[in-house]
């Protein structure tokens, strides 16, 4: 795995998050500004609106965590009906996307379950399979994408040598286990490329986890071997 040096290589945001060194203001300048009732209803001003901005920020995140959590459940009830033998199973009537396997991480107790397709329709709800790979459990590499702030945030403590459990149907469970992990670019394929068959998962998400900014021309790639 890339190990991160210079300041160049840190994720967005931390090296912006310590405060310039600050210098005391000179006292006549305090008491001009505690006198100036311009200047005080500016402050003031500005101050609501930088919390307005921040309670706005954080009931975009809310939301968008509880609707990636709640998903999952509707998904979870769509795996049951597919495990008992029903074909793409819509967890709910519109959707365009249906349960393919579920993927679990025993020793850490993450369960997901993969969505077929990792479009942006797609992944905003779960997992996705990249449609041109294998399915997951079946021979050959097979991906799969997701968000690094939700599905996928737990990629970031995944060890070499740790298991991950592949269900893609009732009758059929295969196991894989960590091999590493690595950040390219976000137009390197080396990472889809199959191996003559060979029973491979690849994981991708975004990076940096703790960017500011969702997108960016950076992922981070767990790779996994069947056992």
């Given at each position: 795995?890339?190990?991160?040096?210079?300041?160049?290589?840190?994720?967005?945001?931390?090296?912006?998050?310590?405060?310039?060194?600050?210098?005391?203001?000179?006292?006549?300048?305090?008491?001009?500004?505690?006198?100036?009732?311009?200047?005080?209803?500016?402050?003031?001003?500005?101050?609501?609106?930088?919390?307005?901005?921040?309670?706005?920020?954080?009931?975009?995140?809310?939301?968008?965590?509880?609707?990636?959590w709640?998903?999952?459940?509707?998904?979870?009830?769509?795996?049951?009906?597919?495990?008992?033998?029903?074909?793409?199973?819509?967890?709910?009537?519109?959707a365009?996307?249906?349960?393919?396997?579920?993927?679990?991480?025993?020793?850490?107790?993450?369960?997901?379950?993969?969505?077929?397709?990792?479009?942006?329709?797609?992944?905003?709800?779960?997992?996705?399979?990249?449609?041109?790979?294998?399915?997951?459990?079946?021979?050959?590499?097979?991906?799969?994408?997701?968000?690094?702030?939700?599905?996928?945030?737990?990629?970031r403590?995944?060890?070499?040598?740790?298991?991950?459990?592949?269900?893609?149907?009732?009758?059929?469970?295969?196991?894989?286990?960590?091999?590493?992990?690595?950040?390219?670019?976000?137009?390197?394929?080396?990472?889809?490329?199959?191996?003559?068959?060979?029973?491979?998962?690849?994981?991708?998400?975004?990076?940096?986890?703790?960017?500011?900014?969702?997108?960016?021309?950076?992922?981070?790639?767990?790779?996994?071997?069947a056992?």
């Amino acid at each position: 795995m890339k190990t991160l040096t210079s300041r160049e290589d840190w994720p967005l945001g931390v090296e912006c998050a310590w405060p310039a060194t600050m210098h005391a203001a000179p006292a006549q300048a305090i008491v001009r500004d505690r006198t100036d009732p311009l200047a005080h209803r500016w402050q003031l001003w500005l101050a609501s609106i930088a919390l307005a901005f921040g309670v706005w920020q954080f009931g975009q995140g809310s939301y968008i965590q509880a609707k990636a959590w709640l998903a999952q459940v509707l998904i979870k009830q769509a795996w049951a009906r597919t495990l008992d033998g029903k074909a793409q199973a819509r967890p709910w009537p519109w959707a365009d996307t249906w349960p393919v396997a579920r993927i679990t991480v025993p020793d850490r107790g993450i369960v997901r379950y993969v969505l077929a397709g990792a479009n942006g329709r797609s992944i905003a709800f779960g997992p996705g399979h990249v449609f041109g790979t294998p399915l997951p459990g079946d021979a050959g590499n097979s991906v799969i994408g997701a968000h690094r702030d939700t599905h996928f945030a737990f990629l970031r403590e995944l060890h070499p040598g740790e298991e991950i459990v592949v269900q893609k149907s009732a009758a059929t469970i295969r196991r894989y286990r960590v091999e590493d992990s690595e950040i390219v670019d976000k137009r390197e394929t080396r990472v889809m490329a199959q191996h003559g068959g060979e029973p491979r998962l690849t994981l991708i998400t975004c990076y940096p986890f703790d960017a500011l900014r969702a997108g960016g021309p950076l992922r981070y790639v767990v790779s996994a071997k069947a056992i």
